[in-house]
């Protein structure tokens, strides 16, 4: 058993550890990581969508050696998959983050590490044994932005993700319900304390994560300033919230790297359009410049090969790997990435397919 299990029996499926979390955890953590923004129809959608579409495998084909590894970005990976950016781990797990790191290590995952990560970008590194990413926002204090890329490259991370889906905080209402503030004891640890004072102490009717993102978010932003963010380190730029062919055609334009085609979990724009409805748009008009990969609603094997047959070069997930820390630490978020990456494999022998290669948009269709 890895180091923060609380010796619980694995969970079968994703819903399992989900119901786990939200026994667990304090109803404003959960509310927090859980909720959405406006309606909350978008934390249902996504689902709707994926369910839409239908697998259509080929039969009598020799799949008695599969291969679902792959390279993204120059890192090789055990499969497709990657840890999408979540602020605060340690709301999970005590040790936060830095389980997270040893968890993808040992599934050969990826893990985008928060701006706001509750464990230093230091100390995940040294837990790391897999590739990582840092995830930055665009804040007033471009120093601060500045000295977290600095940092991030000398300590090994590969590479860059910067959110563009997040000029200011959606309103959430179970957070204003609640007048969320992140706990005494939990802080957002690579950032000066006083730009993150407002995401603590709440107030009655006022999500105080939203209060910050109000205080120190720069909306005035464009796609001229990625020049900016480029002379800062040789690290490779991936724009993470991406929902047009436009913008990616854009990105694409301006030397990014990568694009995460991602609708922030259902946490920004109400309504917005879900992310696998446009991700074959997006990955026609990128052409092969850069990979593309989607971020969304994610929750099992099948879901995973749909979007490589869409062409997405692999898959993040977020929240299911917080409701492993939560289960059992380390061992619950890498049980949640075996038990995702054990049913991709399984996926792929049933569709007739022994690489991710072979999978392509002849094996999907929508119901």
Same mark, same amino acid.
Request: hydrophobic share 40%; charged share 25%.
């Given at each position: %058993?890895?180091?923060? /299990? *609380?010796?619980?029996?694995? *969970?079968?499926?994703?819903?399992?550890?989900e119901d786990e979390a939200e026994r667990r955890l304090p109803r404003e953590v959960w509310d927090f990581l859980a909720g959405g923004s406006g309606t909350e129809s %978008?934390?249902? /959608?996504?689902?709707?969508a994926l369910d839409r579409l239908r697998l259509r495998p080929r039969c009598l084909v020799d799949v008695s050696e599969r291969d679902p590894g792959t390279t993204l970005l120059g890192a090789r990976l055990a499969a497709p998959l990657g840890i999408a950016p979540m602020a605060y781990h340690r709301l999970a797990h005590p040790e936060g983050e830095v389980a997270t790191a040893r968890a993808a290590g040992e599934t050969g995952t990826l893990l985008t590490v928060s701006m706001f990560a509750s464990r230093s970008l230091e100390d995940i590194a040294d837990a790391a044994s897999g590739p990582l990413w840092l995830q930055l926002y665009w804040l007033k204090r471009w120093d601060i932005v500045e000295r977290l890329a600095k940092r991030a490259e000398a300590a090994g991370y590969r590479a860059l993700v910067l959110t563009v889906d997040a000029p200011s905080i959606a309103r959430r209402p179970r957070d204003v319900r609640n #007048?969320? /503030?992140?706990p005494d004891g939990i802080r957002a640890?690579? +950032?000066d304390p006083e730009v993150m004072a407002a995401s603590h102490g709440g107030n009655a009717g006022e999500s105080a994560v939203a209060r910050h993102a109000r205080e120190q978010f720069d909306a005035s932003v464009t796609w001229a300033d990625l020049g900016r963010l480029r002379e800062l380190t040789s690290l490779p730029l991936i724009l993470k919230g991406v929902l047009s062919a436009?913008? @990616?055609d854009l990105a694409v334009r301006h030397g990014v790297d990568g694009i995460i085609v991602s609708n922030h979990g259902g946490r920004q724009l109400d309504s917005a359009v879900d992310a696998v409805d446009v991700l074959p748009d997006i990955v026609d008009t990128v052409g092969g410049r850069c990979p593309v990969v989607l971020d969304g609603a994610v929750r099992s094997g099948t879901d995973i090969v749909k979007a490589l047959?869409?062409?997405?070069? @692999?898959?993040?997930?977020?929240?299911? +790997?917080?409701? #492993?820390?939560t289960h059992s #630490?380390?061992?619950g978020a890498a049980s949640v990435l075996r038990l995702l990456t054990g049913e991709l494999d399984e996926t792929m022998a049933l569709m007739g397919a022994s690489g991710i290669q072979e999978l392509n948009r002849s094996? +999907? +269709?929508r119901r």
């Amino acid at each position: %058993m890895g180091r923060g /299990s *609380q010796h619980t029996p694995p *969970q079968l499926t994703l819903r399992g550890y989900e119901d786990e979390a939200e026994r667990r955890l304090p109803r404003e953590v959960w509310d927090f990581l859980a909720g959405g923004s406006g309606t909350e129809s %978008m934390l249902t /959608s996504g689902r709707t969508a994926l369910d839409r579409l239908r697998l259509r495998p080929r039969c009598l084909v020799d799949v008695s050696e599969r291969d679902p590894g792959t390279t993204l970005l120059g890192a090789r990976l055990a499969a497709p998959l990657g840890i999408a950016p979540m602020a605060y781990h340690r709301l999970a797990h005590p040790e936060g983050e830095v389980a997270t790191a040893r968890a993808a290590g040992e599934t050969g995952t990826l893990l985008t590490v928060s701006m706001f990560a509750s464990r230093s970008l230091e100390d995940i590194a040294d837990a790391a044994s897999g590739p990582l990413w840092l995830q930055l926002y665009w804040l007033k204090r471009w120093d601060i932005v500045e000295r977290l890329a600095k940092r991030a490259e000398a300590a090994g991370y590969r590479a860059l993700v910067l959110t563009v889906d997040a000029p200011s905080i959606a309103r959430r209402p179970r957070d204003v319900r609640n #007048g969320f /503030s992140v706990p005494d004891g939990i802080r957002a640890v690579n +950032v000066d304390p006083e730009v993150m004072a407002a995401s603590h102490g709440g107030n009655a009717g006022e999500s105080a994560v939203a209060r910050h993102a109000r205080e120190q978010f720069d909306a005035s932003v464009t796609w001229a300033d990625l020049g900016r963010l480029r002379e800062l380190t040789s690290l490779p730029l991936i724009l993470k919230g991406v929902l047009s062919a436009e913008d @990616a055609d854009l990105a694409v334009r301006h030397g990014v790297d990568g694009i995460i085609v991602s609708n922030h979990g259902g946490r920004q724009l109400d309504s917005a359009v879900d992310a696998v409805d446009v991700l074959p748009d997006i990955v026609d008009t990128v052409g092969g410049r850069c990979p593309v990969v989607l971020d969304g609603a994610v929750r099992s094997g099948t879901d995973i090969v749909k979007a490589l047959c869409l062409g997405a070069s @692999a898959v993040f997930v977020g929240r299911p +790997v917080l409701w #492993g820390l939560t289960h059992s #630490g380390e061992d619950g978020a890498a049980s949640v990435l075996r038990l995702l990456t054990g049913e991709l494999d399984e996926t792929m022998a049933l569709m007739g397919a022994s690489g991710i290669q072979e999978l392509n948009r002849s094996g +999907v +269709v929508r119901r």
